[in-house]
């Protein structure tokens, strides 16, 4: 019998989060049917966010287990970056809720974000070295823009082009980079990176998405020309790994 094969670009960290994410939101008609569960029916006033241990266990997001214990492994690491991400979400979801309520800089709100902004920040660093790692920065990300952080947002994302260069998550966040980074002074670094990923001489997937993105700037901004060589040492300072520590 053959043993199922884990494929890096498609994996159950991925793929588990969204449908997951929708299941919990309540399927009846009515005022409530678009706010998820724990919107209805918050956790008590001693915890912000309920735990995701009390939502769903890692072993159900992991795939059965096979003959190989590789890919026993491999799942069970699957499962547990999903379970995180799910936990991610659910903070998320709290904060926006608190946003939306006009109530974004209520320390109960800040409470909220940056402890999943820690959790993640962790999370980030405990998987290093694994595909879920590019993952779990993608959470990452979208809690320093809503934070504002929108410099280590760049250093983040300008480590994990040049340490990364054809993972999706990278292309796939392409044009918020472009858009971010030119917030805070740093475009041009920006650009040179995706100028360098555009010219990796393999196919992979996202090369068109940075290609796209590249070719929706200005003409001044359009022809940006990186050298192998050049792009190396274009952030001798900030060439920051996935797992940098801003402390």
Same mark, same amino acid.
């Given at each position: +019998?053959?043993? !199922?094969?884990?494929? @890096?670009?498609?994996?159950?960290?991925?793929?588990?989060?969204?449908p997951l994410r929708d299941a919990l939101?309540?399927?009846?008609?009515?005022?409530? *049917?678009?706010?998820?569960?724990? @919107?209805?029916?918050? !956790?008590?006033?001693?915890?912000?966010?309920?735990?995701?241990?009390?939502?769903?266990? /890692?072993?159900?997001?992991?795939?059965?287990? #096979?003959? #190989?214990?590789?890919?026993?492994?491999?799942?069970?690491?699957?499962?547990?970056? *999903?379970?995180?991400?799910?936990?991610?979400?659910? *903070?998320?979801?709290?904060?926006?809720?608190?946003?939306?309520?006009?109530?974004?800089?209520?320390?109960?709100?800040?409470?909220?974000?940056?402890?999943?902004?820690?959790?993640?920040?962790? @999370?980030?660093?405990?998987?290093?070295? %694994?595909?879920?790692?590019?993952?779990?920065?993608?959470?990452?990300?979208?809690?320093?823009?809503?934070?504002?952080?929108?410099?280590?947002?760049?250093?983040?994302?300008?480590?994990? /082009?040049?340490?990364?260069?054809?993972?999706?998550?990278?292309?796939?966040?392409?044009? +918020?980079?472009?858009?971010?980074?030119?917030?805070?002074?740093?475009?041009?670094?920006?650009?040179?990176?995706?100028?360098?990923?555009? %010219?990796i001489p393999m196919e992979y997937d996202g090369r068109e998405k940075i290609?796209?993105?590249?070719?929706?700037?200005?003409?001044?901004? /359009? +022809?940006?020309?990186?050298? %192998?060589? *050049?792009?190396?040492?274009?952030?001798?300072?900030?060439?920051?790994?996935?797992?940098?520590?801003?402390?």
């Amino acid at each position: +019998q053959a043993t !199922p094969q884990r494929t @890096a670009s498609h994996g159950p960290a991925e793929r588990s989060v969204g449908p997951l994410r929708d299941a919990l939101r309540p399927q009846c008609p009515g005022p409530f *049917s678009n706010r998820p569960y724990w @919107a209805m029916f918050p !956790p008590p006033r001693t915890s912000l966010v309920m735990s995701v241990k009390d939502v769903v266990q /890692a072993d159900y997001l992991a795939p059965p287990d #096979s003959y #190989s214990r590789v890919n026993n492994t491999m799942n069970s690491l699957d499962g547990l970056c *999903s379970s995180i991400r799910l936990g991610i979400e659910e *903070s998320i979801v709290v904060y926006d809720r608190f946003v939306r309520d006009g109530e974004g800089s209520t320390p109960q709100a800040t409470q909220v974000l940056e402890r999943a902004t820690g959790e993640a920040e962790t @999370a980030v660093r405990e998987f290093e070295g %694994t595909d879920e790692q590019l993952y779990l920065l993608e959470d990452l990300l979208r809690l320093l823009e809503r934070a504002g952080r929108f410099d280590h947002w760049t250093r983040r994302y300008l480590g994990a /082009a040049y340490e990364h260069p054809t993972h999706r998550v990278v292309a796939r966040l392409a044009d +918020q980079a472009v858009r971010i980074s030119k917030q805070v002074g740093r475009q041009k670094q920006v650009l040179n990176a995706l100028s360098y990923l555009a %010219t990796i001489p393999m196919e992979y997937d996202g090369r068109e998405k940075i290609v796209e993105t590249l070719s929706a700037l200005p003409p001044c901004f /359009a +022809q940006v020309e990186v050298t %192998t060589k *050049s792009a190396a040492c274009a952030l001798p300072g900030d060439r920051d790994l996935v797992s940098y520590d801003p402390k």
